[in-house]
């Protein structure tokens, strides 16, 4: 009878073991096909924006999953190159080409197999670093006819920026609808040369195609971002002030550690391109009447960084604002022949002033 219930003893011990064991592994194959299943799925089947992706000439299956799934294009590069080998696809061909998040596995290795170039660009537009969102509209009305009216009534229309929040939930955040914030997308329209196959592509396309430019280039800094504590937002922002305060021969790094420098002491940015922005004008000089400017976005009266960006910054800015040197300036002063001058007590600051600028 002892042998007996010391073997009873001993099942329901293993059957404690090895029940919770065969539930994780069951969960975790459910899980696994479930991911599977998905990954297999279209990244977005209403998303038809299009993504214009290079394949480099050579470039083996490896290389082209990565650029697809670095492209928004694919959900995981290891699930396509498994789906490629089983359904024997091959003779992949280099060339440029158009997909949409929409697309299926199987529509995107046909295409892939075509060699099919991208149209003819019949529209490129050209947004520089450190333009504003009016002025964007305004580039964007020269380029195709549409009113700067409507243009910015679409950048602005609520609704419509919520589901652009839904479709770039990583960029784009709750973070934009501060109540203080002028424009909500204000930044968030990448610099850069865009090209479309129509003359009057539709304002979401356009607006869409800029918004995922953002994305795609911040998601290179996901880690950057983190390490230093900043949100996207956040990021942007500083970045908008680097911008907007850089000249051609301007060393990034450091206007970016004056920055730091000031917040971390809890001194104010007092940087006069926010004072301009609060203003809402272009100006060549800031005068000391309009420091007085009763406004969010005015860093000469308030500390810590704006609301949000005052403009769209260039990858260069992006790059500072994430990496900026190691300095103890406090102060920094473009000089008209585009010089920038770094300083650490106010006293140097104004004596550098009063040489290059003079009494306001």
Do not use: W
């Not at 995981?76 to 997909?99: L, W």
């Amino acid at each position: 009878m002892l042998q007996e219930h010391e073997a009873k003893t001993v099942r329901k011990i293993v059957l404690y073991i090895t029940a919770p064991l065969l539930l994780l592994i069951i969960a975790a194959c459910i899980g696994l096909f479930v991911y599977i299943r998905s990954a297999l799925q279209p990244v977005d089947p209403n998303d038809k924006t299009p993504i214009h992706v290079e394949i480099p000439i050579g470039s083996s299956v490896y290389t082209i999953a990565n650029v697809l799934e670095k492209n928004g294009v694919i959900k995981n590069a290891t699930i396509f190159r498994y789906y490629v080998k089983f359904k024997n696809h091959a003779d992949f061909q280099a060339g440029n080409y158009t997909f949409t998040k929409a697309m299926t596995l199987a529509q995107i290795a046909e295409q892939l197999k075509t060699g099919k170039l991208v149209k003819e660009a019949k529209l490129k537009i050209t947004v520089p670093e450190g333009k504003q969102l009016t002025q964007i509209a305004t580039i964007i009305s020269q380029k195709t006819g549409y009113s700067t009216e409507e243009i910015m009534a679409k950048l602005t229309n609520r609704s419509y920026i919520e589901e652009l929040v839904e479709k770039y939930p990583s960029v784009l955040t709750s973070d934009i609808f501060n109540k203080n914030i002028r424009y909500a997308l204000e930044g968030y329209l990448f610099p850069a040369t865009y090209s479309f196959t129509e003359e009057k592509p539709s304002l979401e396309e356009m607006i869409e195609t800029m918004v995922a430019k953002t994305e795609e280039v911040l998601a290179k800094y996901t880690e950057d971002m983190e390490a230093r504590g900043l949100t996207v937002h956040q990021l942007l922002t500083m970045a908008s002030l680097i911008e907007e305060e850089a000249t051609e021969k301007a060393d990034r790094e450091k206007i970016a550690s004056v920055f730091y420098n000031r917040l971390e002491k809890g001194m104010p940015l007092q940087t006069d391109p926010t004072v301009l922005y609060a203003l809402g004008q272009h100006k060549s000089r800031v005068y000391y009447k309009d420091l007085e400017v009763n406004s969010p976005y005015n860093t000469y009266m308030h500390k810590g960084l704006p609301p949000g960006p005052i403009a769209n910054a260039g990858e260069a800015s992006i790059q500072a604002a994430l990496h900026p040197a190691e300095t103890d300036y406090f102060y920094f002063l473009a000089t008209p022949a585009g010089d920038v001058i770094f300083t650490k007590t106010l006293d140097e600051h104004n004596r550098e002033k009063a040489k290059y600028i003079g009494k306001q």
